[in-house]
């Protein structure tokens, strides 16, 4: 009976000190949810042809987002480049695309006959060279051997065209009058054309190397036309009619980055820019640089045109940055905190 008594007694103690020492954490302890994960954002980006640099770096930029957003998606689309994206975004059937900064900035401000003042810059990319690829059979080697030629313009782009009157005017050479024929066109196009024999020079813009030139040059019909730079720094630095050329520098392609061009060619070249949409959400905007900058390193090594880039550089969009971009660099100290 004792010993019961002696047990029932330190039962109750060990009760006692157990309760003294946080009982309360005898309870489950409560745990806050698990934030629940995003739901995916799919969107699309509009680039050019296939064979052109901006689809090139779209894929890249997609497949490292792909990886490594746990929510963001991006799909690639191929278009007739700057204007039809410029149209796509605005009008909400894309979310991001490609276009020229001076291009893109005239239609920010309703010049030239567009108007597209929802578009936000996300990042500049490569460089938007003008590429004058002519055969070589017809006799084209320099700007003066245009006279009574047939040309033309493989693109849509305003400013396209007007560099190309530019050049010519500074030679001598009037486009209305002294061409056999010209003709403004799509890249593809134009490409087929100049190897139908239908043309004797296109222009090209776009990033470099581009995989349409570099398989035209692979044939060795072909060569690309080269501006001195003393010229081509008069002609940028003059008005051609309303056209300024003020976002354009002068670009050398270097010898070898084409097949057969064992030479230096000096081009004319903007800045090209990633663009989306006011109302696109702030953070998957930040979420799609984030990423871009995180991996950087290796989405540069995928292509030439981009190898090179300076992020200092990337902010400089011409029309004004969305919110998340802003926001992030910010962050990375590219804009001012204020």
């Known amino acids: 009976m004792l010993k019961s008594i002696k047990l029932l007694a330190l039962s109750m103690a060990l009760i006692l000190v157990l309760g003294s020492c946080g009982g309360a954490s005898s309870a ?6 698990a934030p629940a994960p995003r739901s995916e954002a799919k969107y699309t980006i509009g680039t050019a042809t296939a064979s052109g640099v901006h689809y090139a770096v779209g894929t890249l930029i997609a497949d490292a987002l792909g990886k490594n957003s746990d929510y963001l998606r991006l799909f690639p689309q191929v278009t007739g480049g700057g204007e039809e994206n410029g149209r796509n975004v ?10 020229a900064v001076d291009s893109i900035l005239m239609a920010y401000n309703g010049e030239g006959g567009l108007s597209f003042p929802n578009l936000r810059g996300v990042m500049t990319v490569q460089c938007n060279a003008a590429q004058y690829i002519a055969r070589i059979d017809s006799g084209i080697k320099t700007w003066e051997d245009c006279k009574g030629k ?23 050479i009037d486009w209305d009058k002294d061409l056999a024929k010209s003709e403004i066109l799509g890249n593809n196009e134009a490409r087929e054309k100049l190897q139908d024999g239908d043309l004797d020079m296109i222009y090209i813009a776009g990033g470099y190397p581009m995989a349409g030139i570099v398989e035209l040059m692979s044939t060795g019909n072909y060569r690309l ?11 940028l630095g003059a008005k051609y009619v309303d056209y300024s050329f003020d976002t354009y520098g002068v670009y050398t392609i270097g010898a070898g980055t084409y097949p057969n061009q064992d030479y230096d060619v000096v081009v004319p070249g903007g800045r090209l820019l990633i663009f989306t949409r006011d109302d696109i959400p702030e953070d998957d905007v930040y979420e799609f640089l984030k990423v871009v900058h995180d991996q950087w390193d290796t989405i540069k090594e995928g292509h030439l045109a981009i190898k090179d ?5 990337f902010p400089k969009t011409g029309i004004p940055l969305h919110p998340g971009a802003e926001r992030f660099y910010k962050e990375i100290g590219l804009v001012p905190a204020s």
């Open 90 to 99: 605005s009008a909400g059937e894309y979310e991001f695309g490609f276009w």
């Open 309 to 313: 880039l300076d992020w200092s550089e």
């Open 225 to 235: 036309i080269s501006t001195p730079k003393e010229d081509l720094e008069t002609i």
């Open 28 to 33: 489950p302890a409560s745990t806050a949810p």
């Open 150 to 172: 047939r040309i033309g313009i493989g693109t849509t782009s305003t400013i396209g065209e007007m560099i190309t009157r530019a050049i010519l005017t500074h030679y001598g």
